[in-house]
């Protein structure tokens, strides 16, 4: 989480906070839920159905559930199908690049083909 970049439109360096995270069931922890609330940012995020069920079998000390919007969350399809897309060439879905830069420089250049 400490990687995150948000680009600036103009001159500055890159924002470290986004406005909001929307992620899937795997980043449900505790740790990353109170790592975003520490730092201020929103987010929606789905409980894995273990987590509810040790909530309810905690009862009123196992606190509330967290908020979760539906309809914020179904914006995560994009970028879902933007990657399924990417994965369609194989040297990007295999990572056959030794160095991180020619495997960026292969994931830009399929972006741009794609957005062509």
Known sequence: ?????VPRTGPGRPRKRPGHVIGDKGYSSKAIRTWLRRRGIAHTIPERSDQVRNRARRGSR????PIFDKQVYKRRNVVERCFNRLKQW???ATRYDKTAQSYQAAVTLASLLLWA
């Open 62 to 65: 196992g606190g509330r559930p």
């Open 90 to 92: 194989r040297g990007i």
């Open 1 to 5: 989480m400490d990687a995150i970049r």
